[in-house]
T-cell receptor
């Protein structure tokens, strides 16, 4: 598999538990945020996004929370499954810029 | 199927030998970008393009070139590869010039010896 997961923080959870992955972003002017999932040997896949005028958004089994006061983003995964095992990245878009800035990522390991 | 296609998936080359990594998307996206990914680090932007014939540097452009002659293609060129360009490369595209989440290719693992 790919070696991009080396040296990343790892969150280990039991199958069926809820997972919370955290991300601190850098730019207080960022206006858009995304969570990506990257499985071994694959490119990142979009999970969920949120704009800066919101503080919570829900998808299927996933919820993103945004706290602009402390520049913190979290991804909650309900009833975590083995297929959720992957590296998760947050990304921010600095206001006025046509680019995304990615965090270093967190590895999620789901144990049966 | 809507996708971003990169080739090759794996490449081993020698220092100084010019190479091109191709990227093509079939979604009629205006915005395309190249990223590199290194162990323990997030994706770092190399170059991006907002439309045909419009390209600009990202955060780590040194040693790379790009071109955007057609909307669907965005090749990454390494004129004289060096070992510090050994990395995992991703091409990505987005449907508008204000980035609202990319579609990524599957990646190209490049090793320069």
């Amino acid at each position: 598999g790919e070696s991009v997961g080396l040296h990343l923080p790892t969150l280990s959870v039991q199958e069926g538990d809820n997972s919370i992955i955290n991300c601190a972003y850098s730019n207080s002017a960022s206006d858009y945020f995304i969570w990506y999932k990257q499985e071994s040997g694959k490119g990142p896949q979009f999970i969920i996004d949120i704009r800066s005028n919101m503080d919570k958004r829900q998808g299927q089994r996933v919820t993103v929370l945004l706290n602009k006061t402390v520049k913190h983003l979290s991804l909650q995964i309900a009833a975590t499954q083995p297929g959720d095992s992957a590296v998760y990245f947050c990304a921010e878009r600095p206001g006025g810029y046509n680019k995304l800035i990615f965090g270093a990522g967190t590895r999620l390991a789901v144990h049966p | 199927e809507a996708q971003v296609t990169q080739n090759p998936r794996y490449l081993i080359t020698v220092t100084g030998k010019k190479l091109t990594v191709t990227c093509s998307q079939n979604m009629n996206h205006e915005y395309m970008s190249w990223y590199r990914q290194d162990p323990g680090r997030g994706l770092r932007q190399i170059y991006y393009s907002m439309n045909v014939e419009v390209t600009d540097k990202g955060d780590v452009p040194e040693g790379y070139k790009v071109s955007r002659k057609e909307k669907r293609n965005f090749p990454l060129i390494l004129e004289s590869p060096s070992p510090n360009q050994t990395s995992l490369y991703f091409c990505a595209s987005s449907p508008q010039d204000r980035v609202y989440g990319y579609t990524f290719g599957s990646g190209t693992r490049l090793t320069v010896v």
